[in-house]
């Protein structure tokens, strides 16, 4: 049976941090030998903000290129701090980063929420192709999933709603055939009929890890928060 866990942007803000998600995940196996994790993870702390800040620079037509070129460098930054074999690392990030600059090849149109979401969503799709690296590079055997072919939404691009019916009956294809322990996929994200990807409003991977412990009928679902020590209350 799946446990799901959850990590948030705090969770994966740096090396650091990702790579304790790593002893996270190994002790989770260390004690459960024939364990299954799916694992939602956020964007790294502050990407969020950083592409809306490339978003309206787009929309504006202003200091883009700078934006975004320090953007990538941040992450190959991170890439090189994280993974003793860079090249298919960099190779997967650039083709994530290829398909939001073919949004920025275009002239901004009127639909912004729509734009928003072509060019926000990269945060998380970096982030799972980083943290799924590094699980594979430390022999935390992994499957990248992409949350577009499972998590289906309406066309309310920024606050879209999920298809419940649709989205069940995706989630549990696309996991009856993946034969790896453990899943990595994005949070905060879906995709509408027409595929282009959607948002579910801001914080909103927490909503994403609920909606696949229900549609797998997970044994327990558990959402990792990067304070320090225990809290009695919300911190």
């Not at 090249?87 to 639909?111: D, M, Q, T, W, Y």
């Not at 959402?223 to 919300?234: A, F, I, N």
Request: charged share 25%; proline share 3%; aromatic share 10%.
């Amino acid at each position: 049976m799946q446990e799901v866990f959850k990590f948030g942007g705090a969770s994966v803000k740096d090396v650091a941090s990702i790579k304790n998600v790593g002893d996270i995940v190994r002790d989770y196996f260390d004690k459960n030998s024939q364990g299954n994790l799916v694992l939602i993870v956020s964007a790294m702390g502050k990407v969020t903000n950083q592409l809306e800040g490339i978003y309206h620079a787009y929309t504006q037509q202003e200091n883009l290129v700078d934006l975004w070129n320090a953007f990538k460098t941040d992450h190959y930054e991170v890439v090189s701090e994280l993974c003793k074999e860079t090249g298919p690392v960099i190779k997967a990030l650039n083709e994530h980063f290829a398909k939001v600059e073919k949004v920025f090849s275009l002239k901004p149109v009127r639909n912004e929420a729509f734009l928003y979401d072509q060019i926000v969503s990269i945060g998380e799709v970096l982030s799972t192709t980083l943290v799924s690296a590094y699980l594979n590079e430390v022999g935390l055997e992994n499957k990248w999933v992409d949350v577009k072919n499972c998590v289906k939404t309406d066309n309310r691009y920024r606050e879209a709603n999920v298809n419940w019916p649709l989205t069940e009956k995706a989630i549990r294809k696309v996991f009856s055939q993946i034969e790896e322990p453990i899943k990595v996929t994005q949070g905060f994200l879906g995709a509408t009929p027409e595929n282009f990807t959607t948002t579910l409003g801001r914080e909103g991977s927490d909503y994403s890890a609920a909606i696949f412990s229900f549609c797998l009928n997970a044994k327990k679902m558990t959402v990792w928060k990067d304070v320090p020590g225990m809290l009695r209350g919300d911190p």
